[in-house]
């Protein structure tokens, strides 16, 4: 996702396994999706790993997934906007109270 025009997701980097059989999407993602993945998306950086342990901050389980699947995983992936997501304790949040009083339904007369 874009937040004021600039992509939250800055670089996507693809741990898998040579010779494990979880991996075998993402092996056949790599193969027949990821160059257009990155043509697509010049402003990202995608870098590939062979590695055997997760050491990422956002995981996403592609285990035994087909390649279109993991095209989409690492779609929503770019879509996010990376910032945890805060609940409001009120819907009206203002840096600068009224000089009026808060506004309500309620007419006092």
């Known amino acids: 996702m874009a937040l004021r025009g600039v992509w939250q997701l800055q670089k996507l980097v693809v741990n898998y396994c ?3 059989g979880s991996s075998r ?3 056949a993602f ?4 990821l ?4 043509e ?3 402003h990202l950086e995608v870098v590939t790993e062979l590695v055997r342990e997760n050491h990422n ?3 996403v389980c592609v285990r035994n ?3 279109e699947e993991i095209l989409l995983q690492a779609t929503r992936l770019r879509n996010s906007l990376g910032r945890k997501v805060v609940k409001l304790r009120t819907r009206h949040v203002t840096k600068r109270h009224s000089v009026q ?3 309500t339904t309620d007419l006092k007369m």
């Open 18 to 20: 040579d010779w494990g």
């Open 25 to 27: 999407g993402i092996r």
């Open 30 to 33: 790599m193969e027949a999706h």
């Open 35 to 38: 160059p257009a993945f990155k």
């Open 40 to 42: 697509k998306n010049p």
């Open 57 to 59: 901050e956002r995981v």
């Open 65 to 67: 997934l087909p390649p």
């Open 101 to 103: 009083g808060t506004w």
